[in-house]
């Protein structure tokens, strides 16, 4: 392998790597509410937040208003779904 490959080859190394550890990209608290309810349903369900889904959820960690929110939300949503009457039966 000639030095210019070599050169190349280790430029792209160190550019994935740099790309693969890279933090998620953070949300403004407006992108953050959004895709909020999608969130509480997600979660509700136990499922795995992936994409955006998750970074909304790094969001609400590391933002009390949002955290807030997103808490108000979810008791919401937890006692609609109490208050509904059950289909297995």
């Known amino acids: 392998m000639n030095t210019h490959l070599l050169s190349r080859y280790e430029r792209t ?44 959820k790094d969001h609400i960690e590391h933002c009390p208003c949002c955290q807030a929110e997103f808490e108000a939300l979810l008791k919401i949503v937890r006692m609609e779904r109490a208050d509904m009457p059950s289909h297995n039966g």
Not at 15 to 34: F, G, I, Q, T
Not at 42 to 56: F, K, W
């Open 13 to 56: 190394r160190k550019l994935l790597k740099l790309w693969l550890n890279m933090p998620e990209v953070s949300l403004s608290c407006d992108d953050c509410a959004d895709h909020m309810d999608r969130l509480v349903e997600l979660l509700l369900a136990d499922a795995t937040p992936i994409g955006v889904l998750a970074a909304v």
